[in-house]
């Protein structure tokens, strides 16, 4: 019988600088294809991603102290950002995600793209409004 995984609490840091708010989080064992992040216009940021398969294969599990996915965290945000030009990456266990501050929130689902092994990105412009 497999057993269903229970949704993980995940821990953030976020900090700014006067042009972009950066959210930190670890989400070990999970694929950037199983990443998703939305900025609502209600000032929220949802992290969130699946688990495809824990311990494959193991035959006995002795020690259980952490757990993998799945992951879900919302957070209300204190600025209004630009999600169509955020920058999203993932990449040794851990997700970034940077957002450009704005006037007025962008609303977005942004999803990853697998870049190599267990890394993934989603580049809205390096976290930077685009001028033209």
């Known amino acids: 019988m497999t057993e269903t995984p229970k949704i993980q609490y995940i821990p953030v840091k976020m900090f700014r600088t006067p042009d972009r ?10 694929v950037p294809e199983d990443i998703q992040v939305q900025i609502t216009e209600s000032h929220h940021v949802v992290m969130q991603a699946a688990l495809r398969g824990a311990l494959k294969d193991v035959k006995e599990l002795l020690l259980d102290e952490w757990s993998v996915g799945d992951y879900y965290r919302e957070l209300e945000i ?54 033209k």
């Open 78 to 131: 204190p600025d209004a950002v630009d999600g169509e030009h955020a920058n999203v990456t993932y990449g040794n266990g851990v997700l970034v995600v940077v957002l450009p501050i704005v006037q007025q929130t962008v609303p977005a689902t942004l999803t990853l793209e697998k870049t190599a092994k267990d890394f993934g990105e989603y580049v809205g412009n390096s976290g930077h409004k685009q001028t």
């Open 21 to 30: 708010l950066t959210i930190t989080a670890p989400m070990p064992g999970v």
